[in-house]
């Protein structure tokens, strides 16, 4: 199992530019989260979801689209990327009961 | 608000033991976390303890949860160089445990 699986590792991005980070499992979770990492802030949940089809925001969902059309995968969107969306990005996924979240190795975003 | 908080840094011995400390002010947390963040990686869960305990131990790991005071710690005998990292303490919550509340992370440095 490869467990959670993240891509880009590493992007560079101009203001305004638009791109889209996969997260894959391949636990069968049915819970998937996207976080933001930043120096000092913790980890701040960006959106998540809890089944296929299904999404919701997390506490900072401003600039983001996400989307969950397969079970697997949960994809997050910049339309437009600002300077402020520099970060490292995490997925995560977890199935009912414990709640345990699974990381994947993140992806650190610039945007000059 | 729900909210978690730890010490952002702690400084030991090789050998010596660390205690990493947590408080939390959800009195309906149903688990509660301990995950190890290691430089440029993803969040590993090192372990859980349920509400309704108040110790759990895992090798060179201990928990203890105090209830009644809202505080949770997590011992780690013997530290080693390779424990370098950030601890986060994170909590589910009752009413929506699809969603942690994160602490913002104690960074352990391990002096030989």
């Known amino acids: 199992n490869a467990g959670v699986t993240q891509t880009p590792k590493f992007r560079v991005l101009k203001t305004g530019q638009s791109m889209t980070l996969l997260c894959a499992q391949d636990?069968?979770?049915?819970?998937m989260y996207w976080y933001r990492q930043d120096p000092g802030m913790g980890l701040r949940l960006i959106h998540y979801?809890?089944?296929?089809?299904?999404?919701a925001k997390g506490e900072v969902p401003d600039g983001y689209n996400v989307s969950r059309l397969k079970k697997q995968n949960f994809l997050l969107g910049l339309e437009s990327a600002a300077p402020s969306q520099t970060s490292v990005y995490f997925c995560?996924?977890?199935?009912?009961?414990?709640?345990?979240?699974?990381f994947g190795p993140g992806t650190r975003l610039t945007v000059l | 608000g729900e909210d978690v908080e730890q010490s952002l840094f702690l400084s030991v011995r090789e050998g010596d033991s660390s205690v990493i400390n947590c408080t939390y002010t959800?009195?309906?947390?149903?688990?509660l976390y301990w995950y190890k963040q290691e430089p440029g990686a993803g969040l590993q869960l090192l372990t859980y303890i349920f509400s309704n305990m108040d110790m759990k131990q895992d090798q060179r790991l201990t928990v203890l949860l105090n209830k009644k005071d809202k505080h949770l710690s997590l011992r780690i005998a013997d530290t080693q160089t390779g424990d370098s990292a950030i601890y986060f303490c994170a909590e589910a919550n009752a009413g929506n445990n699809r969603k942690l509340i994160w602490g913002l992370g104690t960074s352990l440095a391990v002096n030989p």
């Open positions: 959800d009195s309906s947390s149903t688990y």
């Open positions: 636990m069968n979770h049915e819970y």
């Open positions: 995560a996924s977890s199935y009912s009961g414990t709640n345990e979240q699974f």
């Open positions: 979801s809890v089944g296929e089809g299904t999404t």
